[in-house]
């Protein structure tokens, strides 16, 4: 997996103001056009407590002279209230970066395709009367949520 670092975190903005006067050395990642890249997410250290771990989603920014890929989770203060946290994000970095780490590719269970009509490899899921593999995917899903970090969303 590649190296990342943490370049800062923003709180969430209530204004267009707060919005447009959040930067990182002069960047604001809102004042450009981002948008979502078609790649599996990395997963960091949770920058509020290392032992635990966050996906970052990974975006792409580009003005008329470079472009550049950077990942962002938020977070909110606690699970009731995604209203207030933070924002934090992350850039690619080198080995020679000061703090820089090893993001992780997120553990993924499941492989099924996200509609019924698209080209892929994958299967759809359909009902089996019969299903020889019943206990381990139990036992997985058992496995998953337990090792899951809950967080409320929408209130729910």
């Known amino acids: 997996m590649a190296l990342w670092r943490l370049i800062g975190k923003v709180r969430e903005a209530k ?3 707060e919005l447009g006067a959040q930067s990182f050395d002069g960047w ?3 004042r450009d056009g981002m948008f ?3 790649e ?6 949770d920058p509020r407590d290392p032992s635990k771990r966050c996906h970052a989603h990974i ?4 003005r008329a002279s470079w472009v550049t890929k950077f990942a962002s ?3 909110p203060d606690n699970s009731n209230d995604r209203a207030n946290g933070f924002w ?13 780490f090893e993001a992780d590719a997120p553990k993924v269970e499941g492989y099924w395709r996200r509609t019924p009509d698209e080209d ?18 139990l036992a997985s899903l058992d496995r998953a949520e337990a090792e899951a970090v809950k967080s409320a969303f929408r209130g729910y």
């Open 15 to 17: 204004t267009r103001e």
């Open 59 to 62: 975006y792409e920014v580009s």
């Open 36 to 38: 979502q890249l078609r």
């Open 40 to 45: 599996p997410d990395i997963v960091v250290p």
């Open 88 to 100: 934090y994000f992350y850039v690619p970095a080198t080995v020679s970066t000061d703090d820089s």
């Open 73 to 75: 989770l938020f977070l």
């Open 120 to 137: 892929s490899e994958l299967p759809w899921p359909a009902p089996a009367n019969e299903w020889a593999d019943r206990e381990m995917f």
């Open 28 to 30: 604001n990642p809102w």
